[in-house]
């Protein structure tokens, strides 16, 4: 059905151009439509000082949705949300896995044996297969005589990590361990008790840790500054990792890594005895971080257990554990959560999963009954220990494991000792088995080039000329709505206060106020212009001007001739005054966390929003207050606000008349440091503005740019939605 286009407000030729927004879903629910409450206030101001940025060591509660209904919702965008921030959305390509398996290592009751395999080209996991030999063989057997295969991410540490001698008698003297030698392994040892259980077990490295050696442990896990090389424009191609063009493509250690644990469950699902039905996960501490991952993004997991990591307190404090987008209005409890009712096990210790008996489990308890499966989920309190995946948790795990993969083990299943692994006997590579050459800032080109290129193959019938309708909605709109996560405010959470009215030296009234947003807690300034002159009726409606750019020369900055022009047509504008909203940041810049050994943008975008999609917040609040006046809504953005102001007009969809939008060459492509405060990290993975223009089809929309022919997106979107006569460019001279 061809789209009508709404009437236009003629606007004067130095401010004529347009926006291209892109919209959360096909068709926007319906929002009702009521005036917010209006009341004098004697001096409206904005807030004085924004709150703290979110730390990884803020409070991270689970609110568990009043309905099945609502938390599958939830569910599906937070697993979107997982798989933008790991660089998986969409998933890179998964081709069947061309391992080297060799050098057996035996102990009673199971054998070692070394593992190393391409997970993407040129980039090589490692890791030990651990395989039920002698009494073992006849256990964990199936109909069909496959057995389950548990998959161990090692957390930090690695996986030969070994305590010494002094170490361990503290330990058992303690209760953490009950043997010297197979204790002083205990990564290991958890492997080994699993095979002689009856299961196939696979530990493989983290980057940097044991054989992965091409990215180093001080690189990947300990960084403490950034290098000079990694501030090049967003658009740059990506060369190096926590670089502005891979965080502007969410490519990340994080990511690398959660790639590696799939392409690693994935080695261990081909094996010919393995179950396809009885796969599971644990690890501790960082491992538990890849755990909760591998369950959000992994639908084959059978039963997890995700120990150490499980948590409304800290969130992991590695950069191999932050992503940007990744906690942002969530957290590990809620994330954990993606595996129900899946079973799922975990323990609380005297660490900072302390508090998880009160404030988590609980939580996790209640979403499992709603799903009718109380019992899939289990934390034992262990806060006798600290952070720990000891002899005591790993006891608990294998019962676990034990009643959700039907080993039909007699219970309690005792661990049993055996002699130390020596470092020769885990180490993967040797003569016949050469470690990779190429290494360090060469491999990361080499790695995120890779990446690069398949996201954009993935991405072919999204973004470009190719662009379908179908790709777009299908890939596209969600990634963009979970960057830009602020829907339009219910008008009942939103209010005006107005100041005394002034009259303008041109005849106008002036109306100084603020709209007030309680769901966000903010203040937004406004500065409200009614012309008294006559005029045709017809042409009466409220637009929205957008001030983005501090002018302190003069009190009313936005006066200029083509304001003056816009408001004799429109009678009516509401100035949305950014320019006058804190930011707690030197100008041009947003704030960041400063964390010592953390040289990472995910350390503040991995908690809290870009400044971007706050202010895209602030223009969708005032929106809300001024939605239906007589004539509609138009919105009129002058240069310098492109980046919020382009999804605001996207998310609002009809509530807008018009949107009217100054690019003047605004690419987030262009962008050199993270810090920049139009930064969003990811945008340049899905299409910068010309995606966030095709979003707001089918509604009208006017961009002001240089160049017509950089819109390729926008243009195959709204043809495909039949609705071409809706968007128009102006060309910037």
């Known amino acids: 059905m061809k789209i009508l286009r709404t009437k236009k407000l003629v606007l004067h030729p130095a401010f004529r151009g347009g926006l291209a927004a892109l919209l959360v879903g096909c068709v926007l629910l319906p929002v009702a439509i009521v005036r917010a409450e209006e009341t004098v206030a004697d001096t409206p101001v904005a807030s004085e000082a924004l709150p703290e940025l979110k730390t990884l060591d803020g409070h991270f509660p689970f609110d568990v949705p009043e309905t099945l209904e609502q938390w599958e919702s939830r569910a599906e965008q937070l697993r979107t949300r997982v798989a933008m921030a790991t660089g998986l959305y969409p998933m890179l ?158 490519q990340s250690i994080l990511g690398l890594q959660t790639y590696n644990a799939l392409r690693s469950f994935d080695f261990l699902a081909s094996l010919d005895e393995v179950d396809p039905d009885r796969l599971a996960v644990t690890g501790g501490s960082g491992g538990g971080t890849q755990t909760i991952l591998l369950d959000a993004l992994e639908p084959r997991i059978a039963a997890s257990f995700p120990n150490g990591m499980v948590s409304t307190s800290m969130q992991g404090g590695c950069a191999c554990e932050n992503a940007c987008l990744l906690r942002i209005g969530t957290g590990n409890v809620e994330l954990a959560a993606l595996m129900a009712p ?66 039909g083990l007699e219970t309690p299943i005792v661990e049993t000792d055996f002699p130390a692994i020596a470092d020769d006997e885990g180490a993967v590579w040797n003569d016949d088995h050469p470690a990779p050459v190429q290494r360090g800032p060469k491999h990361e080109q080499a790695v995120l080039g890779w990446w690069n ?40 959470s939103v209010s005006v206060s107005y100041s005394d009215p002034v009259e303008h030296d041109s005849g106008a009234t002036l109306v100084s106020g603020v709209v007030t947003d309680e769901t966000r807690r903010r203040e937004i300034p406004i500065r409200k212009w009614v012309s008294q002159s006559e005029g045709d009726a017809s042409s009466d409606g409220t637009v929205l001007w957008v001030h983005s750019a501090t002018d302190e020369t003069t009190d009313f900055p936005e006066w200029s001739d083509a304001f003056a022009a816009q408001l004799e047509n429109s009678k009516t504008i509401i100035v949305i005054d950014i320019a006058a909203m804190p930011t707690d940041a030197p100008e041009g810049k947003q704030r960041t966390n400063p964390q010592p050994r953390r040289a990472s943008a995910a350390f503040t975008f991995g908690y809290n929003r870009p400044l971007a999609a706050t202010r895209c917040g602030d223009v969708l609040a005032v929106l809300s207050a001024f939605q239906n006046p007589p004539g509609g809504v138009s919105l009129v953005a002058p240069k310098g606000s492109a980046a919020y102001v382009l999804p605001a007009a996207a998310i609002a969809g009809p509530f807008l008349a018009d949107a009217t939008i100054d690019v003047s060459g605004f690419r987030f492509a262009d962008l050199l440091h993270q810090d920049d405060e139009h930064f969003v990290p990811g945008i340049v993975k899905y299409g910068d503005v010309d995606a966030l223009a095709a979003w707001r089809a089918p509604y009208a929309l006017t961009i002001q740019d240089s160049k017509e022919d950089q819109w390729p997106t926008t243009k195959a979107i709204y043809d495909a939605r039949d609705a071409s006569d809706q968007v128009q460019w102006q060309v910037n001279r």
């Not at 323990?347 to 302390?354: F, K, L, R, Y």
């Not at 009160?358 to 799903?371: A, F, I, R, W």
């Not at 005591?392 to 494991?401: A, D, E, K, L």
């Open 453 to 492: 290129d398949q996201s954009q193959q993935l991405l072919e019938d999204c973004l470009g000329k190719s662009a379908t309708e179908k790709g777009f909605d299908r890939t596209i709109r969600p990634a963009l709505a979970t960057l830009f996560d602020l829907p339009m405010p219910e008008t009942s």
């Open 93 to 250: 390509p998964r081709p069947p896995i061309e391992a080297t398996i060799h050098s057996v290592v035996k102990r009673d009751g199971f054998q070692i044996e070394k593992v190393y395999f391409e997970s993407l080209p040129g980039h090589f996991v490692t890791g030990l297969l651990f395989r039920p030999t002698g009494d073992s063989v006849a256990r964990g057997l199936n109909a069909d005589g496959k057995r389950p295969g548990v998959l161990c991410p090692h957390g930090h540490g690695g996986r030969m990590m070994r305590n010494d001698a002094d170490k361990m008698k503290q330990l058992i003297e303690n209760g953490d361990e009950m043997y010297m030698e197979s204790g002083s392994h205990p990564k290991l040892a958890r492997c080994a008790t699993l095979a002689r259980m009856g299961c196939v077990s696979f530990i493989f490295d983290m980057v940097g840790y044991a054989d992965s050696v091409q990215l180093s442990y001080e690189f990947a896990h300990r960084r403490h500054a950034t290098r000079p090389e990694e501030s090049v424009p967003a658009g740059s191609d990506p060369e190096l990792f926590f670089s502005t063009p891979a965080e502007a493509r969410l």
């Open 342 to 407: 899946k079973p799922m096990g975990m323990t609380a210790a005297d660490d900072w999963t302390i508090e998880m008996m009160s404030d988590g489990y609980p939580e996790l308890k209640q979403l499992y009954s709603m799903m009718d499966q109380p019992d899939h989920v289990l934390c034992e309190s262990l806060v006798q220990f600290k952070h720990n995946y000891n002899y005591v948790t790993r006891r608990i795990m294998y019962g676990w494991m034990n009643e959700h993969l039907n080993l």
